[in-house]
Structure formats: structure tokens, C-alpha cells
């Protein structure tokens, strides 16, 4: 399990292209027939996939936990972004399509995932964060997501955004989580930018056709740095930086967040003058 170590906003003001990408970006989580995550010291958060083609695949525990299981001390939310599939938890399968979302709580032991064929495989995204309670499992589809429409096509932002795990959603101890899908024609996300300095947020890039790229956004307002995504990518943002991104197609992405509360509306907004 790569480790990523916080980043101080002072320092990151030197850093190189290279620098932000080891720092912030996690390039290789979708393999095939395997489940990679990443640990980071942003609000303790795990990102994640796990990819199964030919059989099926456990989520073990790992050193840096020091906990017999996954899940003895974390929360866990996951989104299928591919075919069908089924997850298994303590016994108790749950079947996914896509973007539907399954959230497991603290304290269950065993989680397998498997796809439904082999010639069009599930992709799991999971993010995970400490919890002091447990909470139910709960499947939701995305017909059942709280919905919100923002942005506009005037400005090329124009998107939904559905909130699965959050205080009016699936219950959590500290996760927040959704899917932010495009109207045709608008590609900027999370513009006007905003930071929120009670938690840490973190991105995963899907949907983005073959050979376009992502260009994602982040920094203090006052110092913006970019970088280029490809396709099926995470960014991670601390709590300092803004999170803002555009394409050179449509595309979708997973945004989960950790940290002091909850309140998906808890944000601190920058003007689109202010940026530089």
C-alpha cells in the first residue's frame, strides 16, 4: 500500500510538476485482477479499486492499519464504475451496476468483491476513514441519491451532483461521498472553486474517453498549480488547496470527503477574480 505524506501549502508553492504528481496523484489503482489502495495522512483516508475479471477478490487488512481486519476501526464507501457485480459482506452479497454505491460500517470482517462476467468486470472505487461508531450497510441506487443541480451551460458548468453518503443520505460516521455527472456541453467541475478547511477531499476521474485528458486544478487561491489526468485517476486535495477541474471531453467523477463534520454545504467559496 503506497503511503502519502502530508503536504505543507508553503512548501508546495516550489514544487515541480513531478513533485505534485507523487505527492497528490494516484495513478495505478485499476488493475486488473488485483485491489491497490493508498494510504494517505490527509483526515487518515484510504483510496482505492479493486478489479476482479477472472475470480473474486478479499479485502485483507494491511501493516500500516495494525488491525486484524479492514474494517476494525474504518468505514468504507464504494462505487462501481464499469459492469455488473456483487460484493459480499459478512455473508450477505449485494449486487452493484453502475454508480450504484454500498457503504459498509465499522466492524465487518469479511468483504469480497466479484464480477458478474468476465468479458465485462466490475471496477470498484473505495474510499475508507477511521470510525469511532458503526453504521449499517446500506446499497443505494442512483435514482435514490439526493440530487443537486448547479452551475450553468452560460459558464461550461452546468452538472448534477448526487450525494449518496452524507446527513440526509446513507448514515456514516465521518464519510462523505457522491458522483458529479455533466450536462452535454459542460465540462468545468467545482468552479467557482471553494475550499473547506475542516476536511480533505478526495477526486477519482472516470467516464473520460480514450487519449483525452483531465486537467485538474489545485493550490491556494493565490497560488494555483495544474496537472494532467488520465483516465480512471485519483487527486487528492488537502484541506488548504482548492479542487477544481476541466476536460478535453465529458467525463464523471467520485469526490469523498473526511474530516471534523459532515455538512456537505461546510465550504469556504473563492470568487473566480480572486483566483491566480
Not at 26 to 55: F, N, Q
Not at 114 to 134: L, N, Q, T, V, Y
Request: proline share 4%; charged share 20%.
Amino acid at each position: 500500500m503506497k503511503i502519502i505524506h502530508q503536504v505543507h501549502p508553503e512548501d508546495f508553492v516550489s514544487y515541480t510538476t513531478q513533485q505534485i504528481r507523487d505527492r497528490f496523484l494516484l495513478e495505478s489503482l485499476v488493475v486488473a485482477d488485483k485491489i491497490e489502495c493508498a494510504y494517505t495522512h490527509y483526515d487518515r483516508m484510504i483510496v482505492g479499486a479493486a478489479y476482479p475479471v477472472k475470480g473474486s477478490l478479499k479485502l485483507g487488512t494491511y501493516d500500516q492499519l495494525k488491525s486484524e481486519n479492514f474494517l476494525d476501526r474504518r468505514e468504507i464507501g464504494i462505487i462501481n464504475i464499469a459492469g455488473n457485480g456483487r460484493i459480499t459482506v459478512d455473508g450477505e452479497a449485494y449486487d452493484l451496476e453502475k454508480q450504484d454505491c454500498l457503504y459498509i460500517g465499522k466492524g465487518k470482517k469479511d468483504i469480497l468483491f466479484e464480477s458478474a462476467a468476465a468479458d465485462a468486470p466490475a471496477k470498484f472505487i473505495f474510499f475508507s476513514c477511521p470510525a469511532h461508531k458503526e453504521c449499517p450497510t446500506r446499497l443505494m441506487k442512483p435514482a435514490e441519491a439526493l440530487p443537486a443541480e448547479l452551475g450553468s451551460l452560460d459558464n461550461n458548468n452546468h452538472r448534477t451532483i448526487n450525494k449518496y453518503i452524507h446527513m440526509d443520505g446513507i448514515e456514516s460516521c465521518q464519510l462523505v461521498l457522491g458522483v458529479t455527472t455533466f450536462k452535454k456541453g459542460s465540462i468545468w467541475n467545482t468552479m467557482p472553486a471553494h475550499l473547506h478547511d475542516r476536511r480533505m477531499e478526495s477526486y477519482f476521474y472516470f467516464d473520460l474517453p480514450e487519449g483525452q485528458r483531465i486537467i485538474h486544478f489545485m493550490g491556494q487561491p493565490h497560488e494555483t498549480r495544474h496537472i494532467f489526468l488520465n483516465n480512471e485517476q485519483a487527486i487528492l486535495s488537502p484541506s488548504w488547496s482548492i479542487h477544481s477541474g476541466t476536460a478535453t471531453a465529458s467525463y464523471s467523477f467520485i469526490w469523498a470527503m473526511a474530516g471534523e463534520n459532515m455538512a456537505f454545504t461546510d465550504m469556504d467559496p473563492v470568487n473566480v477574480q480572486e483566483l491566480q
